[in-house]
Nanobody, 116 residues
Framework: QVQLVESGGGLVQAGGSLRLSCAAS????????MGWHRQAPGKQRELVAG???????NYADSVKGRFTISRDNAKTTVFLQMDSLKPEDTAVYYC??????????WGQGTQVTVSS
């Protein structure tokens, strides 16, 4: 089992920045990749950014150039640096971990609210 705990959400004005953190514990050796998803009210959950065990990253088109995913050297904490935030970035952000291509483990979510 893998446990994921997010932190760093909050309220920010448009154009501002936030940094989310996700601490992984448990059977972290079984993780193939990690990522951040988000779900806005009335919308489907979407993948925002991912990072593989080898360090490759990918981003949703809507956040490219504004968000950066990274991790610490121990590969136990993943970060999402969010710059130039827009009101449409408002959502609950979830950290998740992959086994193969399946997003198997999920955090409890952290609210990000961007005011205009």
């Amino acid at each position: 089992q893998v446990q994921l705990v997010e932190s760093g959400g909050g309220l920010v004005q448009a154009g501002g920045s936030l940094r989310l953190s996700c601490a992984a514990s448990g059977s972290i050796f079984s993780i193939d990749g990690m990522g951040w998803h988000r779900q806005a009210p009335g919308k489907q959950r979407e993948l925002v950014a991912g990072i593989t065990s080898g360090g490759s990253t990918n981003y949703a088109d809507s956040v490219k150039g504004r968000f950066t995913i990274s991790r610490d050297n121990a590969k136990t904490t993943v970060f999402l640096q969010m710059d130039s935030l827009k009101p449409e970035d408002t959502a609950v952000y979830y950290c998740a971990a992959q086994r193969g291509s399946y997003w198997k483990y999920w955090g409890q979510g952290t609210q990000v609210t961007v005011s205009s």
